[in-house]
């Protein structure tokens, strides 16, 4: 019915995932660097940029970039030498200790023109892995059954090493370029912190400032085993963590009292936990789910052709909300309690609980009016809601008009047997969001098929990518950047 039910038929994407051609890098590329060589899926023979691709991916999983602490300083010098070998000056950019990113530029003209610049961006950190969950080394880049296991296959060494692939490939092919193309690495995208794309603007702005940008937040989706729609990311919410502090008497457990603050913190959640924002649907979100509507079923059409209406929608939004957690979470604000902290020792009643609640804004809505519900909700006076640092900041959508959407559009529908690309508003944060702060018209698209299942496991257990997939994510990412950057005679 919709994709958290649908039966995922992996070896049928496998088949339809053909490996594409690579016509401008055809002549003149070196042999595939033996020593990151991986083994080929048994389904598709990739060209030899994608080979070499499989090996860099494998080789950056291996380099731990878990963050915090990130340490993305041997990535980055990794991705540096590959350039390096290529001729390709690359920058390694400071911004923090054994933190760095790297940048590096293919020119079109003597003087550069920002305006029309294309940016490829990819993340060099991962978020951390439960070791002990994982069924093989997550830092191993072990290939099975088709998949490259690993920390990051997907998010975002993945499409690190695909970016590299398609830059690398302008390079060789000495394609004639119509705009400077960019390579951005950045780091500590996953604590958006200190470290991460913010710092990089203000120290290094003009060093790749660009009109536009291709980076992940869209993806490719698949349903019983053939692309289904192409999300491509224009837009995303905003993360703002809040503290709940539950404060009270501390004293001996032999006589509770209460004022304990575990108790009330524990009832404060449990009532946030059943908290649902109203629904506000933005100006793309309408748009996708115009687009999403013929391709579900009957039923699932019917109720979100009606969210809308009068009459029906409410329940319509409840019926919708209910199928997909995604649709929930791209239709209102949410809150999410995430970490619980109490208690100093089994027989003392502590002074104060906490617990983080993780908020993801829609574009354009306010904090406050969240902070209100929930107090109205919790109504507890020994209970204080408390905004955290680093909140993320809303930036305006990207365009839909633009000649770069469109051709993200037209070229990934195409790749994919016709499959509608949609606009995505993704409920995950990018570096993007700061990007379009500074005018630049960035764009999400994770190339690579993926299905629910692979998708699951990308801050969780096992990620791994289908090497059939990645393949086909490469040559996709390819042409959309060579028809877009590549000049025609
Ligand atoms: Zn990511």
Redesign the pocket.
């Known amino acids: 019915m919709n994709w958290n039910r649908a039966v995922q038929v992996i070896a049928g994407v496998a088949v339809l995932l053909l490996a594409g051609s690579f016509p401008a890098a055809a002549q003149g590329i070196p042999q595939p660097t033996p020593a990151s060589a991986v083994s080929a899926a048994p389904q598709s023979d990739p060209p030899p940029i994608t080979r070499e691709a499989r090996g860099w991916l494998a080789d950056l999983i291996k380099i731990n970039t878990s963050n915090p602490p990130g340490n993305e300083n041997l990535a980055a010098m990794y991705v540096s030498g590959v350039l390096q070998k290529e001729g390709i000056k690359a920058e390694i950019l400071d911004v923090g200790p054994e933190r760095s990113a790297v940048v590096a530029r293919l020119r079109s003209s003597v003087v550069p023109d920002p305006a029309k610049a294309l940016l490829l961006v990819a993340?060099l950190d991962v978020v951390p892995v439960d070791k002990a969950r994982w069924t093989v080394d997550p830092f191993g880049a072990v290939v099975k059954d088709g998949y490259m296991y690993g920390r990051g296959a997907i998010?975002?060494k993945g499409m690190l090493a695909a970016n590299l692939a398609v830059f690398i490939n302008l390079k060789r092919s000495n394609a004639h370029l119509n705009r400077d193309v960019i390579f951005l690495a950045t780091a500590d995208?996953?604590q958006s912190a200190d470290a991460s794309v913010r710092t990089l603007i203000a120290k290094y702005w003009d060093k790749f400032a660009a009109g536009f940008a291709i980076n992940?937040g869209g993806n490719v989706f698949t349903k019983s085993g053939k692309v289904q729609y192409i999300g491509v990311q224009a837009s995303e919410k905003v993360a703002v963590n809040v503290a709940v502090i539950a404060r009270g008497t501390s004293g001996h457990a032999s006589q509770p009292t209460k004022d304990n603050p575990v108790v009330h913190l524990a009832a404060a959640v449990a009532k946030i936990g059943a908290y649902s924002a109203p629904v506000h649907l933005t100006a793309i979100v309408r748009r996708y789910f115009e687009g999403v509507a013929p391709l579900e079923d009957d039923e699932i059409a019917k109720w979100i052709r009606s969210m809308d209406t009068p009459d029906r929608g409410e329940h319509a939004q409840r019926v919708i909300s209910e199928a997909s957690p995604l649709w929930n979470s791209m239709m209102r604000d949410t809150v999410a309690p995430t970490i619980l902290s109490a208690g100093v020792a089994s027989n003392v009643i502590p002074a104060e609980a906490r617990a983080n609640l993780n908020v993801r804004l829609l574009p354009g809505d306010s904090i406050n009016t969240i902070l209100g519900d929930l107090n109205k909700l919790v109504n507890d006076p020994a209970v204080t809601l408390q905004v955290q640092p680093n909140a993320g900041l809303a930036a305006p959508p990207s365009s839909l008009e633009s000649d770069f959407y469109n051709l993200i559009c037209r070229v990934a529908s195409r790749e994919f047997a016709g499959a509608p690309a949609l606009p995505f508003q993704s409920t995950w944060l990018?570096d993007s969001a700061q990007l379009r702060l500074h005018s630049v018209q960035a764009y999400g698209l994770v190339p690579f098929p993926l299905t629910d299942e692979d998708l699951r496991r990308m801050h969780g257990d096992d990620e791994r990518i289908p090497l059939a997939s990645f393949d086909k994510g490469v040559d996709v990412l390819n042409k959309i950047v060579t028809e877009f950057a590549v000049a025609r005679y």
Do not use: A, G, L, V
């Open positions: 993340h998010d975002d995208e996953e992940e990018t």
